[in-house]
């Protein structure tokens, strides 16, 4: 069975950095044709799109928070790692980890991904 497992602080203070790993079980994240993706939801608000992690080990990140993301890889332990930097309360939510094989740089549905971690609640908060 497939399992994504999202780990890190559920507190962040404002201008720090913000360090998520997931943690893939059941499939390898170097499984040809796959895409790992890092999603969220500020509380009231639609999915957010942040990045993905080709299954090669290129990068894509949404253009909008490109200049604070850096997404990496550990292949030996499978996970995918999320860096978010200078944080701010805006950046306050629930953080997803999402794999399969759509790469599209939105979140249409969530059925476009086979596999989702359960989430971790972040809160940017002196």
């Known amino acids: 069975q497939v399992q994504l497992q999202e780990s890190g602080p559920g507190l962040v203070k404002p201008s720090q950095t913000l360090s998520l790993t997931c943690t893939v079980s059941?499939?390898?994240?170097?499984?040809?044709?796959?895409?790992w993706t890092w999603i969220r939801q500020p509380p009231g608000k639609e999915l957010e799109w942040i990045g993905y992690m080709h299954y090669v080990g290129f990068t894509y990140y949404s253009p909008f928070l490109e200049n604070r993301t850096s997404i990496s890889r550990d292949t030996s332990k499978n996970q995918i790692t999320l860096q978010l930097s200078s944080v701010t309360p805006e950046d306050t939510g629930v953080y997803y980890c999402a794999g399969g094989q759509t790469r599209r740089p939105v979140v249409r549905s969530r059925e476009d991904y086979a596999y989702w971690g359960q989430g971790i609640q972040v809160t940017v908060s002196s």
């Open positions: 059941g499939v390898s994240i170097t499984t040809n044709a796959y895409y």
